[in-house]
């Protein structure tokens, strides 16, 4: 089982900035492609970014283009997320998750692991 463990969340202001982690200490971390996600209370979990094994390709949901940044460190297991110019609707649980399968998975339904998440509270 590979254990994924999130941090960086907390609370900031709108305009302002943060950068998740996720961490894990599967030894072939470089095998997974990796994937934010986030679920605002009430709301479906959605798709935010996702980074392909070796980091040379990624994809954002619209809603976040151009304000995060989705990185990976392999030789250090880690994914980040860098989230700037951040809006109150950007409040939510953020998790990370990776996919054995597929290169770019920006479906929830198709991750194989999952970590418990992060929050993220915007105020306007």
């Known amino acids: 089982q590979v254990q994924l463990v999130e941090s960086g969340g907390g609370l900031v202001q709108a305009g302002g900035s943060l950068r998740l982690s996720c961490a894990t200490s599967?030894?072939?971390?470089?095998?997974?492609?990796m994937g934010w996600f986030r679920q605002a209370p009430g709301k479906e979990r959605e798709f935010v970014a996702a980074?392909?094994?070796?980091?040379?390709?990624?994809k954002y949901a619209d809603s976040v283009k151009g304000r995060f940044t989705i990185s990976r460190d392999n030789a250090k297991n880690t994914v980040y997320l860098q989230m700037s110019s951040l809006k109150p609707e950007d409040t939510a649980v953020y998790y990370c998750?990776?996919?054995?399968?597929?290169?770019?998975?920006?479906?929830?339904?198709?991750?194989?692991?999952w970590g418990k998440g992060t929050l993220v509270t915007v105020s306007s």
């Open positions: 998750a990776g996919d054995l399968n597929y290169e770019i998975d920006p479906n929830p339904g198709g991750m194989d692991y």
């Open positions: 980074i392909s094994r070796n980091g040379g390709s990624t």
């Open positions: 599967r030894r072939t971390f470089s095998s997974i492609s």
